[in-house]
């Protein structure tokens, strides 16, 4: 049997929504934004980890300790697993996971593991969300600008999300997920996040174009809408069916000539469907 972290820690809000705001797009609140710690390059993933840890314990408040050093251990598992990226880290850090889940899969919400998250979705693991954002802003320094995420689900990623970019603009085609993730965001008051209801398969042309787009779900093709909408420069990540007929990452790059397509490791996402429901 594998070893539980220390949980249930305590569950209270670390910071109380305001019940008489108005819900709406982007109505996710802001929490306080994080600077990227200066990292040399010569130093191991390990130690980017560990360079980035201590500032938890003083910007994580409100919660027990333990959620704070389960979190910790497993940012320390990622950066071992080979997450690099420092503000990958430092964001994987900062995101209260256990938020996102349902109460009966709390003591579950810092292991490597996909979990429900209702109407037959699944949170990813945290070493393919880490994975998918350090892909995300490879080659670029800084923050990125507008994102765009495919399949919001319960809104853990696009939490992720917001502390690498600038802006996220996430689409969700469940009703019920996409309300379960603005109840879930509410607390964290991250203004920059935009939750959208509709079918992400045509992407979101109101934030477009945007330096980066990330799809939680896997289709047959990468829709020509995201291709349309991505900046040049920019990148989009997203689980595709290959000639194979194996799912894998694809990451497409957008040039002033055109596209540049990569095909990386064999994953398995939820399907990418079509239409709203
Ligand atoms: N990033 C999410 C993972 C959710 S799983 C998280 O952190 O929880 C993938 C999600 O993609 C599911 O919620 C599914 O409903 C959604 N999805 C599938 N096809 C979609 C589409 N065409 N448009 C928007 N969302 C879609």
């Not at 070493?127 to 802003?137: G, K, P, Q």
């Amino acid at each position: 049997m594998t070893q539980r972290p220390g949980f249930p820690v305590k569950l209270s809000q670390t910071t109380a929504s305001n019940p008489a705001r108005k819900t709406g797009v982007g109505d996710t609140g802001r929490i306080a934004p994080s600077r990227p710690p200066s990292l040399n390059p010569s130093q191991t993933a390990a130690k980017a980890a560990s360079a980035v840890l201590p500032r938890l314990d003083s910007t994580v408040t409100g919660l027990g300790l333990d959620s704070v050093a389960v979190r910790a251990r497993m940012v320390r598992k990622l950066a071992e697993q080979g997450v690099q990226d420092p503000r990958v880290l430092e964001a994987m850090g900062q995101v209260e996971r256990h938020r996102f889940v349902e109460s009966a899969l709390v003591n579950q919400a810092y292991e490597d593991t996909s979990l429900p998250i209702g109407l037959g979705q699944t949170i990813s693991k945290p070493n393919v969300v880490a994975r998918m954002v350090e892909l995300l802003c490879q080659g670029k320094p800084g923050k990125l600008g507008r994102v765009l995420e495919i399949g919001t689900g319960c809104g853990y990623q696009a939490a992720v999300l917001s502390h690498v970019a600038g802006e996220v603009y996430s689409i969700e085609r469940l009703r019920g997920l996409h309300e379960k993730a603005r109840t879930h965001l509410r607390p964290f008051r991250l203004h920059n996040v935009h939750l959208i209801f509709g079918d992400g398969m045509l992407g979101y042309p109101k934030g477009a174009p945007y330096a980066g787009i990330i799809s939680a779900a896997g289709g047959e093709a990468v829709p020509d809408a995201w291709l349309e909408q991505l900046a040049v420069g920019g990148r989009l990540i997203a689980p595709t069916i290959t000639p194979s007929g194996h799912q894998a990452l694809v990451v497409i790059l957008k040039t002033s000539e055109g596209f540049e397509r990569q095909v990386l490791e064999a994953v398995h996402f939820v399907p990418l469907k079509s239409g709203v429901a």
